[in-house]
């Protein structure tokens, strides 16, 4: 038996997050069956992040084990044929999840046990409100943010903190809500034409596409060991206030220490964020 690793990115706009759940299109509901119909036997996949409704991946993880009789780099033609409705071909319309890669992995890797760190970036526009763009980016309507305070608000994430504070009830009970960030930034995209290529000195993977951002948008990037439930939709809602002028940059600090939700700012929409690059590396300057 095998063990696979599969890269994924998916438009997170008409799926129930990545978890599957019983009645509802889910990411990972999508590739079991998939899968399963490829394979000819009942696939079940373990996923890196369990990513919310509405929220989109330009990189997903996840990983299976089964005696398949497709060669291992192509499964994801085959794969990706089938979530296509078996159109896959010249002027066919694709679906909104797509397999990337497929490898082989040591028999003891796990796609979720062995992240060792996780990239979301979040798009935010101050511009007109877009219909086209309402499934890929927060507008906040407000004519501008002040971007340089967002900034300094941001790096004062970076470290090892209790981020309680920045979690929003109802998700799964974790053992801890410790988590370190590595790396957290803010940036105006001056050029439309060539897309986001990642903050400076962020470790994200030169293979990651780029985000769907025009000029002006703002983005959040955020690189951390793990992530608590809307814990980056929280801390994004917070960077917004700070924006606005509604919060002091100078109010983080506090705000982590207190380990009260209700001192952080609001959960920003899930339409905006994107998980962009998983590691199975330890994390390095």
Request: charged share 20%; aromatic share 8%.
């Amino acid at each position: 038996m095998k063990n696979y690793l599969l890269k994924l990115e998916y438009d997170g706009s008409s799926f129930h997050g990545w978890q599957e759940q019983v009645g509802l299109r889910t990411a990972q509901g999508a590739v079991q069956d998939a899968l399963t119909a490829v394979c000819g036997k009942e696939i079940a996949v373990s996923g890196t992040s369990r990513t919310d409704a509405g929220v989109h991946a330009l990189m997903q993880c996840c990983s299976f084990k089964a005696d398949i009789g497709i060669p291992t780099e192509n499964i994801p033609k085959a794969v990706n044929n089938m979530l296509s409705g078996g159109r896959y071909g010249e002027g066919s319309k694709g679906s909104d999840i797509r397999v990337l890669s497929a490898e082989e992995m040591p028999d003891d890797f796990h796609a979720r046990f062995d992240c060792k760190w996780k990239t979301y970036e979040y798009v935010i526009s101050t511009g007109v409100p877009n219909v086209f763009r309402r499934n890929y980016c927060y507008n906040v309507d407000s004519g501008s943010l002040d971007v340089d305070a967002m900034r300094e608000a941001a790096k004062c994430l970076v470290g090892t903190h209790d981020f309680v504070a920045f979690q929003a009830a109802g998700g799964t009970p974790r053992e801890t809500t410790v988590r370190t960030i590595y790396e957290a930034d803010v940036q105006v995209i001056e050029n439309a034409n060539a897309g986001f290529k990642h903050s400076e000195g962020l470790s994200v993977n030169a293979t990651t596409l780029a985000l769907p951002v025009l000029a002006g948008d703002i983005v959040f990037s955020v690189t951390g060991d793990g992530f608590l439930y809307n814990m980056v939709r929280i801390i994004v809602g917070t960077l917004v206030e700070v924006g606005l002028g509604k919060i002091s940059p100078s109010d983080i600090p506090a705000i982590i220490e207190s380990k009260d939700r209700t001192k952080a700012g609001h959960t920003a929409p899930p339409c905006g964020l994107y998980l962009v690059e998983i590691s199975f590396d330890d994390f390095c300057e």
